[in-house]
């Protein structure tokens, strides 16, 4: 679980420094949808439901319980989500930084080429 939570950290990072160039004609979605509507508030409900029993268990000197099936399952579920829509949105970083790069090397109009064989 540590891994796609990095992996989450250090996409979110990366592209605030992509959003900070002018790729808006690119077509890249906000970084904000990655993480839209994927945390639901009955997981919020699970979560705390699990902490409050093992601060519980803390206090009364028990190791806590291990996290219950339905915990596992939407941290399993968050997981491969995000992971779906972090793949998909690193595409689209790509290709919107492609889009820049091939705008940056196309050379400008009425010059000739550089090298013979860019002429063919």
């Known amino acids: ?3 796609p939570l990095i992996a989450a950290i ?3 990072f990366a592209c605030a420094s992509v959003h900070a160039q002018d790729f ?4 890249v979605p906000p970084v904000e949808s990655i993480f839209s509507g994927l945390v639901q508030e009955q997981d919020v409900a699970i979560a705390f439901s699990y902490l409050r ?3 519980d268990a803390a206090l009364d000197g028990r190791s806590p319980a291990p996290p219950s099936d339905v ?3 939407r941290g399993q ?3 491969n989500e995000l992971n779906r829509r972090g793949a998909a949105y690193a595409r689209s970083v790509l290709d919107a930084i492609e ?3 091939r705008e940056g090397v196309r ?3 009425g010059l000739p080429p550089s090298n013979p064989a860019q002429g063919m």
């Open 107 to 109: 050379p400008a109009p």
């Open 77 to 79: 579920a968050i997981t």
């Open 10 to 12: 250090f996409a979110t």
């Open 53 to 55: 029993d093992s601060l």
């Open 99 to 101: 889009a820049v790069v």
């Open 71 to 73: 915990l596992i399952e």
């Open 24 to 27: 808006d004609r690119h077509a």
């Open 1 to 3: 679980m540590k891994r």
